[in-house]
């Protein structure tokens, strides 16, 4: 049973930093990318950052210098270190993970961040 399990979130001032964690367990044949999304209240899903097996990332414009995506393959891990955290990035933030096998969906329940002052 493939289970997907986020943790770090919290609250945080304006300007400060988290770092959140994204374990996958379950995956047969391993993982062919992870990544990070995030939906505010009132708004649509939306990318943060991938990161595939090879090494290759992407990010969205609004978090492009602050956050960086990092994966561990053997652990089926995936991180994002967020800094110089704003309050337009509070969020609910989702784990996605993509199979190598039939490239499958999975996503975490996901994690909450709340930057106020």
């Known amino acids: 049973q493939v289970q997907i399990v986020e943790s770090g979130g919290g609250l945080v001032q304006p300007g400060g930093s988290l770092r959140l964690s994204c374990a996958a367990s379950?995956?047969?044949?391993?993982?062919?990318?992870m990544g990070w999304f995030r939906q505010a209240p009132a708004k649509e899903r939306e990318l943060v950052a991938t990161?595939?097996?090879?090494?290759?990332?992407t990010y969205s414009d609004s978090v492009k210098g602050r956050f960086t995506i990092s994966m561990d393959n053997a652990k089926n891990m995936v991180f994002l270190q967020m800094n110089s955290l704003n309050t337009e990035d509070t969020a609910v933030y989702y784990c996605k993970v993509v199979t190598n096998w039939g490239k499958k969906v999975f996503w975490g329940q996901g994690t909450q961040v709340t930057v106020s002052s």
């Open positions: 379950g995956i047969m044949h391993g993982i062919y990318g």
């Open positions: 990161i595939f097996s090879g090494g290759p990332t």
